[in-house]
């Protein structure tokens, strides 16, 4: 029986922690689901990232590794060279800053949050609770929460009551400092 060595446990490890932010990536852009939290995917592209460099320091001497390392630095300048938007959006949503205002209600079925994008005006997504996953249910404009009193500014959802939700609709009544919206919303998409 082969010893395992810690280069080797580090290398599987390593392999492991990019195949699950694969995966992550791909279930997220293809059926918009993730895993359940806010900080769940963040914390999964901060780990690899915090252990790619001592990955690349640790197997320098393959030429996989030197590859590696190229199509990791070549991906990170086109990403800038392109108005910077791609790597904005990396940065945005890997440090949350593009999440301008969030509520979960006490029933935890639901998370409504503000998002802002590098180019597009603030959308709000509803994204509902299944277990260890989550799906985002709707991704819409957040035009009827905007402030005509600020010169550019969305309210924050301090509130959040679920009015109505069948399969096929949702109505919402967001509480905002001195005022309330009830909105209601098509679901139509949403497949359980």
């Avoid at 359940?36 to 914390?43: K, V």
């Avoid at 005509?148 to 905002?176: A, N, Q, R, W």
């Amino acid at each position: 029986m082969q010893k395992v060595t810690g280069r080797k446990k580090f290398y599987i490890a390593y392999m492991l922690i990019s195949l699950i932010m694969l995966v992550d990536i791909t279930v997220i852009l293809t059926w918009q689901i993730s895993l359940a939290g806010y900080w769940s995917d963040r914390l999964v592209f901060w780990i690899w990232l915090l252990t790619t460099l001592p990955f690349l320091i640790i197997f320098w001497k393959s030429i996989y590794t030197k590859i590696y390392c190229i199509v990791l630095v070549l991906g990170l300048l086109f990403s800038i060279a392109a108005m910077m938007l791609p790597f904005f959006g990396i940065l945005f949503s890997s440090t949350g800053m593009e999440r301008r205002s969030y509520y979960t209600p006490d029933s935890g079925k639901y998370r409504v949050q503000l998002i802002q994008s590098v180019m597009a005006r603030p959308r709000l997504q509803i994204i509902k609770n299944k277990g260890i996953v989550e799906k985002v249910i709707l991704f819409t404009d957040a035009d009827f929460l905007k402030n005509d009193h600020l010169k550019v500014g969305y309210e924050s959802v301090i509130g959040l009551d679920v009015l109505k939700d069948t399969p096929d609709s949702l109505v919402l009544e967001f509480h905002m400092p001195g005022k309330k919206i009830v909105k209601g919303f098509k679901l139509n998409d949403e497949k359980d």
